[in-house]
């Protein structure tokens, strides 16, 4: 597998110390860049290690998983109290761990969106300008009461009961919904993924687009590792902010120029080829035991959270 990294995943570029030739703010900055570029890469063949360990879903066919995190996000979708997202929330820390997947790292992006996309965006709906309710944590006190059109705001501003509930409902679904996909997309290769979406009648466009898509992030990281080191071979002493703002724009000019090149490239070798815009896949095998008792189990488990 070493053959198909990107050498920036080998050799690591550290940034230059200060005094060294090249080691400018701005060299530092494309540095970084590229170590960015680098974990993007990085996690994906992380995920291709954990897809093939001896886990627990590792064994279960793609089809099934498929269908258990459609099921489950339905579920997460319909709970309405905090006590049944959290059963879920231990439901798949169990099938994680059970998985052999790193937990640290795992939570870790689970917690990190959870909290940008539902602490953060839900936060100011725990105010009792928003959300009527019992004061359970002020925050300021005004004069007087205020009227605009038909917003109210009360004397009193603070978080109340009933909009701490719903910023904790909202975080909950959206670590659910985070942790069921990943535990998918960390226990699954990528190419089952795309065939059991076509066992479930996914529109074959989305399944092109997604397949090129993530076939171009290998190709993109390695141009973009190709022009950065090309760059550090031609640098002699520092260079400047501007210079290095100005380097950084041409190369995204000239990225996006490359991929229309190669885009219309694909186009043609696949017409060429008798692409007539239908994906044709080898079929699945048939499902052993062990998967119809997953299912069934998996299924069991949602319709039992769906009626707590």
Avoid at 89 to 118: Q, T
Wanted: glycine share 8%; charged share 20%; proline share 4%.
């Amino acid at each position: 597998m070493e053959g198909n990294i990107p050498r920036f995943l080998l050799d690591r570029h550290e940034p230059s110390p200060p005094g060294h030739g090249g080691a400018a703010v701005g060299t530092s900055y494309l540095d970084k860049g590229v170590h960015h570029i680098a974990k993007v890469i990085m996690t994906a063949y992380v995920q291709w290690e954990t897809a093939t360990r001896r886990g627990l879903f590792q064994l279960m066919d793609a089809r099934v998983k498929a269908l258990f995190m459609a099921f489950f996000l339905v579920v997460v979708s319909l709970k309405k109290d905090v006590p049944s997202e959290l059963y879920v929330f231990g439901f798949v820390l169990a099938l994680a761990a059970a998985s052999r997947l790193d937990l640290f790292s795992f939570y870790r992006r689970v917690i990190f969106l959870g909290f940008i996309f539902g602490f953060l965006i839900a936060l100011p709906s725990s105010l009792n300008v928003i959300t009527k309710g019992t004061v359970v944590v002020p925050l300021i006190s005004l004069p007087r009461e205020y009227n605009f059109w038909v917003y109210h705001v009360p004397q009193r501003i603070g978080i109340t009961m009933e909009g701490a509930r719903g910023v904790a409902m909202l975080s909950m679904r959206v670590m659910n919904s985070v942790s069921l996909s990943l535990l998918v997309l960390h226990t699954t290769p990528f190419p089952e993924i795309v065939r059991a979406l076509k066992v479930f009648r996914v529109p074959d466009a989305f399944l092109m687009v997604i397949t090129l898509s993530y076939k171009y992030i290998f190709i993109f990281a390695r141009t973009v590792e190709d022009m950065h080191l090309a760059k550090k071979s031609r640098l002699v002493g520092a260079a400047s902010d501007a210079e290095a703002t100005r380097w950084i724009a041409g190369r995204i000019a000239l990225v996006f120029k490359r991929t229309q090149i190669r885009c219309e490239e694909i186009f043609k070798a696949m017409q060429s080829r008798g692409f007539s815009g239908d994906i044709r896949l080898r079929g699945f095998g048939r499902l052993k035991a062990l998967d119809y008792a997953a299912c069934v189990s998996l299924l069991g488990a949602g319709a039992f959270f769906l009626w707590l």
